[in-house]
């Protein structure tokens, strides 16, 4: 809203002229108290952004970087943000977290932030933001998207990724199930329509299958739920609840997150089931917290510190105009533990 | 560091005049492009705040609030970030993230913070921090503790505190062990020394086996590992690990946090152990992760949401002047799952 919200505005919504507005903005001691408060309060309810601010941007922007996350309390990017913060205070930045709830506001929120905050530059962390979004445009900031690769959607945005090749990693898990002599493996999918990881994860899935020659069964294709956080524990544990109430046969179930992984694990022991001796489970992300389990969740790794690293890196880059715009794919690794059985 | 540094120390460092500092910081057009980005270079790297910006200060401060965590990645923290950002932005406050690694830095860094950002208030999440610190009452904007609270040290800090009675709360869970049976309880308490929230709970194992006629076994006293962040998943595991190999009988672990009872499962299980059958486990938190755990933790439930919303609450009282110096205790709540077998 910022953006549309001039001080003539502000002067005529408290009905006062323009000058007091400046002084309530600069505390001005000869403004009556009650008036400044009142526009000041005016000022905070329409997020209006002083333009006097101009002239000291080069001292008030110079330093700040935004890590902007969807899923702020996911596990496996919480174990990223100390090393956003340590590397971009190590290159002089200040280093700002901020939670957005889906994609819908991302865009906007990115370009409210960058206003406000006079940002140096953005990393987009998770979320499920189409790279291609005009609207994204209009953030007049270097901006780069980790973990949110373009393996899917058609065109390059004009910004980099670091990420993972979501497709070929997921294939690759699958692989290892029919490997493992699974044919009727469930999985647990993104919310439907999600094309950005985890669309790309769902289409490994299908790969794989297809070239071991097993037809995909659409009844073991499970989609989290639209009203549940995605990617979360709630969100597997439900979803696998309802797949294992539809009665359907299937022998392994693949998460396409560890955190997801773990509600499955919830779902398939409130139902007197062994793992792996009735269902083998896998997840995808390699968090720490999978070690843990029991048994321990065979995953897919992604180099989540390494990704971190390159993507200030990238935008450090971007920022002095030393580097153009690439996509930036990250190896995983297959890690098997305790969760899959060998069968057939 | 900033606080020492004057431009007359940039220039001298970079063999200019002060006006030529001046002229660099300002993006004067005047100036020799590489002699600004060496001065440049030398503000950021000694972390310099133009005096200058003081003048400035009723445009640039005015709105941000900081949340200084210490544990990051926490998961009992980061279910609370949303709830910070959410009320802040309700009150036309902007919500900066920033994690520090231990006690020592606390204070200092939210100094260095406070200049740098112009701060409203602080809330501290978490960590180590003796609230009668001297050097926080160097931070010239009011502050919260949350999570942390007044129970060990004894006379009050010059700020507010948000958090539980650690003692009584911890006292109630380990009575429960006791009318459950257990004599024999081990407690995996915080790192050695650590007199907040940790030390709290330690005091109230002590008072519970003591009231209930049980002599404290010190053999049975596991303080979390220095090296390792405190209250992880990781920590628990470690220690959890050398209490079994220590060859002490106990028929219970009391963990102070849910994460740490998370990693001592994982120990259990390693010792091929069951839970409860073998050995009991408790936590302390009430993260949602508890509850996909197989068994079910048993636990004591901080009402974090609440207090995230009543830290905020504050701190704008404070801000405002509406409101001195106080401690609020939340209530706790006992919440038996499937981690606890009755005995004897």
Redesign the interface.
Known sequence: MSENITIKDIARICGVGVSTVSRA???DPGINEKTKERIL?TV??FRYV?N??AR?L???ES?TIALIVCG??N?FF??M??DF?NELEKN?Y??????VDNDVNIPAEALRLSK??RLKGIVFLGGWINPNSKSLLNVNVPYVFCTVSHTIEGPHAPCPTVGIDDIAASKRMVDYLCDMGHKKIAIIAGVEGDMAVAGGRLLGYRKSLEEHGIEVDEDLVFHMKKDIDEFT??NG?VVTKELIASKKEFTAVYCISDLTA??A??AI?DAGLKIPDDISVVGFDGI??G????PRITTMVQPRHEMALESVRILLKLISQEEGIADTVFPTELLTRDSVKKIG
């Open positions: 903005i600069n505390d309060e905070r309810k002083p006097t601010s000291n080069k001292m008030t330093n702020v309390g596990t919480t174990s943000y100390d913060q002089g200040d280093f700002l977290l901020h939670s406000e905050k524990v709630e544990y773990i509600g694990y919830r022991y720490e917290l070690d843990y389990m029991n």
